[in-house]
């Protein structure tokens, strides 16, 4: 029993060796596999080499050949001064063999092939001499020759032999390399069979580390949990306003991802992240704390009052200090500037409301909808562009809603569908009457017309309306293509209807389709499903 105790490994000791284990039988077969790959793909890249060399040296023998022969038959010397650019080029893929395969050009027969072409080169040197001399017959007469022929076949039988020794050779180094990496494939099986069972027993070690753990996590979750029990009641106001703080955090979060997302963020970004950061948070900070300031006071102001009624211990400083402050007046002027203060707090919280409700941030999920609300906003929101500024008239809003049921559908994105629809309309209008005050042309009311009425059981359909200059046909066709725009640099991206297209059709399953023609208006149909089908 003492021997079977000092035996025993404890679980670090049995990942430890399983880990050593590993490393010792895998790290030398991956370096060895890494090897032998790397020297058979160099293999493959020298044979390939290799062949494209011989194919070379025998197209250039060819030119060569050719170039004297033709230098003989026609006594030119364009032909002389083409077998002297090509001569070098033979000579460098020549010496690029040798260096990529040097044991094939020291043999017996590569000495015979050297002699062979040193000698065609000699009578070709000497033909090239007889042809300057005007001795062109003899020239011809040396390059068709028995002994040139024969000189020509040795040295072409010496290249095919050579080309097939060197593909040989390849071809044997493959097979080693074939069976080296057989080799180690069999020997990383063998590893794997040994270590198979070691990985499995720290499994099982892991599991059971894994399942004390949860258990002794566990006993500390009833421990805290019964800690937070007994101090439920003096933090339940702070942990109440640190929920807040934390949902409003994850709503400014999904604010900023779908600021990002999308085109509407960028018009209405800097307005709802601001709110959204700088005024959310600080009033609801306030208007929360007004309750307790106005109890606060009520209950100071009471005691001040109780003071006054028992008109003891009278200090003649103390009144001259409360003539100087007119305590009167403080207690009658606090409650009103209490009241104004809330007043002030649900006006700018209504304003944010109003905002969110637009916008939708924290409303990611599809669900009913009042499609009316929605549009409502979006006119809210573009108040002031409707209102016109400088010579700018205003511009009329008719609402001719029909009776619409709630509408499944994405809040936030519809209605930057309609914050789209609605700055196009309005810009357009804008850009019209400019052109009309330019060209003295009558001016006209100008307005937008929202519609809305339900198709059918399963859709509803909103129309919104402008009259102004209308758009032509060739621009009509690509109003929902990306990044089309017609209006000047920097004051368009092209995204807006695009974006609007996908809102539309992909996410809602709908439709979205332009009526305009010049001089007409323009009216954009949207079809949105009543529910969607998933």
């Known amino acids: 029993m003492h021997f079977h105790n000092k035996l025993r490994f404890v679980p670090s000791q049995i990942v430890t060796i399983t880990l050593l284990l590993t490393l010792v039988l895998f790290i030398p077969q991956i370096c060895l596999n890494w090897q032998a790959y790397y020297n058979f793909n160099s293999i493959t890249k020298n044979e390939f080499k290799l062949q494209m060399l011989s194919d070379e040296i025998t197209y250039l023998d060819e030119v060569l050949t050719m170039s004297a022969r033709m230098n003989a038959a026609t006594g030119k010397i364009i032909w002389e001064e083409r077998y002297r650019q090509f001569e070098p080029k033979l000579d460098l893929a020549i010496k690029k063999s040798i260096q990529l395969a040097p044991k094939v050009y020291e043999n017996e027969d590569a000495k015979k092939v050297d002699a062979a072409n040193q000698r065609l080169v000699a009578m070709e040197y000497q033909s090239f001499e007889l042809v300057k001399k005007n001795q062109k017959e003899i020239a011809q007469i040396l390059l068709s020759n028995r002994e040139y022929e024969t000189q020509k076949q040795i040295y072409a039988d010496g290249v095919a032999k050579r080309k097939r020794n060197i ?5 044997q180094k493959v097979d080693n390399y074939y069976k080296r990496m057989l080799w180690a494939i069999l020997e990383s099986i063998i590893s794997l069979a040994m270590l198979i069972p070691a990985w499995l027993l720290v499994l099982h070690l892991l599991q059971q580390y894994l399942k004390a753990k949860k258990i002794a996590q566990a006993a500390l979750e009833e421990t805290n949990y019964r800690l937070e029990m007994q101090v439920a009641e003096r933090t339940a106001k702070l942990k109440h306003k640190n929920n807040q703080l934390q949902q409003t955090l994850q709503e400014l979060q999904h604010a900023q991802v779908q600021l990002i997302q999308t085109e509407k963020m960028s018009s209405l970004g800097q307005l709802v992240a601001g709110v959204a950061h700088e ?3 600080p009033v609801n900070f306030i208007y929360g704390n007004l309750m307790h300031v106005r109890e606060y006071s009520q209950d100071l102001l009471s005691l001040i009052k109780l003071y006054q009624q028992q008109k003891f211990n009278y200090n003649s400083e103390l009144n001259s200090f409360i003539d100087e402050i007119d305590l009167e007046f403080i207690i009658d002027d606090l409650p009103k500037i209490l009241s104004s203060m809330a007043v002030g707090t649900d006006r700018i919280r209504e304003i944010v409301l109003t905002l969110r409700n637009f916008s939708r941030l924290d409303e990611a999920e ?12 979006t006119l809210l929101i573009l108040q002031y562009r409707l209102k016109g500024k400088h010579k700018q008239q205003e511009i009329a809003i008719i609402k001719d809603y029909g009776d619409l049921p709630l509408v499944e559908c994405y809040a936030g994105g519809l209605n930057q569908v309609f914050m789209n629809i609605l700055s196009n309309a309005i810009d357009a209008l804008y850009e019209w009457e400019e052109e009309c005050l330019k060209g003295e042309a009558k001016k006209h009311l100008a307005s937008i017309t929202v519609h809305t009425q339900v198709k059918n059981e399963d859709c509803v359909m909103i129309s919104i309306k402008d009259n102004g200059p209308g758009i032509p046909e060739e621009v009509k066709n690509k109003l929902f293509d990306p990044f089309f725009t017609t209006k000047p640099i920097g004051k368009g ?10 809102i539309i059709v992909d996410k809602h399953k709908g439709k979205i389709k332009c009526i305009s023609a010049p001089g007409k208006g323009t009216e954009f149909l949207i079809e949105i499903p009543i529910k969607q089908t998933r």
Request: proline share 3%; net charge negative.
């Open 167 to 171: 593909s040989l050779q390849l071809q």
């Open 279 to 281: 005024i959310n948070n």
């Open 366 to 377: 599809m669900k009913p909808v009042d499609i009316h609300e929605g549009i409502n906003s």
């Open 493 to 502: 991206t092209g995204l807006g209807l695009s974006i609007s297209y996908q």
